[in-house]
């Protein structure tokens, strides 16, 4: 049974270019000017074999030399072909970027799909006003571990809408889980599966995470005053209607722990 693609992963007939481009209908896979495209061309590869099956037998200057201007005739000849070609596939530009772009979308779908495979990603659910994730990982993490024998723990979590703190002993995975939230998170927001068994994903307006060094000597801002200024830009933007995720990870960590609180 055939199966339909969407638009958006239909390529459009190149039959018109390709037969401009291959005249005489090869079917090699590779882009080859035939001898016989114009005359000029015919006679400058002609002398060109040969004066090479000459020097095959006999060395000589003057063959070298001919060989020489057989070969600027050759490139000049195709210099006019290619001025041609390209005036005239001028008109057909706009299908080529088409083509190049569905190739491009096709691409970065088969991508997402054996991404999809290899992990066992699934569809979420996209909507609502909390984020529920059942037994959901983050693949480097995953890959990295695997690599030395050990395996990613699954992390199910539900963050309802309002503020979650995470909580825990230091080296307890807390960065782990908010990094594996907020990737699976715009995941599902750029149309991806995503890596969890269930995954229910409310529609956020904008992800923002701050979780490294924002210090900046230019601006005379310590790492501190950065991630502060970051934080209020960052709720700042929050809009008015609909939801926002701001993701911070040990927040106040580049000042001492009497300010910071």
């Not at 992990?119 to 993490?141: A, K, M, N, V, W």
């Not at 890959?143 to 539900?158: G, Q, V, Y």
């Amino acid at each position: 049974k055939s199966i339909g693609y969407p638009e958006c992963l239909s390529f459009s007939s190149m039959a018109e270019p390709m037969k401009l481009l291959n005249p005489q209908g090869n079917s090699d896979s590779g882009f080859y000017i035939e001898d016989l495209r114009t005359s000029a061309l015919y006679g400058a590869r002609a002398r060109k074999r040969s004066i090479e099956k000459q020097l095959r037998i006999k060395t000589d200057e003057a063959l070298y030399r001919q060989r020489q201007e057989a070969i600027a005739d050759e490139e000049k000849a195709l210099d006019e072909i290619y001025d041609e070609l390209s005036t005239s596939l001028i008109p057909y530009m706009p299908l080529f970027v088409k083509n190049a772009e569905t190739a491009g979308r096709l691409d970065a779908s088969l991508a997402k799909a054996l991404l999809a495979k290899r992990f066992g990603c699934i569809r979420p659910q996209i909507g609502g006003e909390e984020i529920s994730l059942t037994d959901s990982l983050h693949p480097q993490y995953a890959a990295a571990l695997e690599t030395r024998n050990r395996t990613f723990s699954p992390i199910s979590i539900t963050m309802p809408k309002g503020v979650t703190v995470l909580t825990g002993a230091n080296m307890g995975g807390k960065s782990a889980a908010l990094k594996t939230v907020v990737l699976n998170a715009a995941l599902a927001l750029s149309g991806c599966f995503v890596f969890c068994k269930e995954a229910k994903i409310p529609l956020f307006d904008r992800i923002d995470i701050i979780n490294r060094d924002l210090s900046d000597p230019e601006s005379g801002l310590s790492s501190f005053g950065a991630e502060i200024l970051r934080f209020r830009r960052a709720v700042d933007q929050i809009p008015a209607e609909g939801l926002s995720l701001i993701a911070i990870d040990e927040f106040a960590k580049g000042t001492n722990a009497g300010e910071g609180d």
